[in-house]
């Protein structure tokens, strides 16, 4: 399992330039307004995006590897008796990915996600905002 943090950025550029120092790496995917850092080191899948006048956290996440290791983590967001979203197959952030969706403790979004692919030339969407109406 890895930690998955998502941000919107203002200055999409700059902010890969920084990232790319901080990580002393260059982004695994980049796309337009899109970065993905997949670190060892610590170990995260980092995301940036162009905000459209948006900046900061929007969203965190659990990256698995296996079906098993999704079912504990939905298992364990079903148990919180937060807003949920269950599994579901999607194409989103370049990639098809099987994900489900709770609303934090101080309102964040988190998403525990299995990735299959990242072949999609789109970006996708997934259901997440819906939280957001929760």
């Not at 170990?43 to 905000?51: K, L, T, W």
């Not at 148990?79 to 599994?87: A, I, K, S, Y």
Request: charged content about 30%; proline content about 2%.
């Amino acid at each position: 399992m890895k930690l998955h943090v998502s941000m919107k950025v203002s200055d999409f550029e700059h902010a890969v330039e920084f990232y790319t120092r901080l990580f002393h790496q260059t982004p695994v995917i980049r796309k337009d307004g899109y970065a993905k850092w997949d670190v060892e080191d610590p170990a995260v899948n980092f995301v940036i995006e162009s905000g459209n006048g948006e900046e900061g956290v929007d969203h965190m996440g659990i990256q698995v590897e296996t079906g098993e290791e999704l079912n504990t983590i939905v298992d364990r967001m079903r148990g919180t008796d937060r807003p949920f979203l269950d599994t579901e197959k999607t194409h989103c952030c370049y990639a098809r990915q099987e994900k489900a969706w709770v609303k934090g403790m101080a309102g964040e979004r988190w998403e525990a996600f299995l990735t299959h692919s990242h072949d999609h030339e789109t970006y996708g969407e997934d259901r997440a905002h819906l939280l957001d109406k929760s």
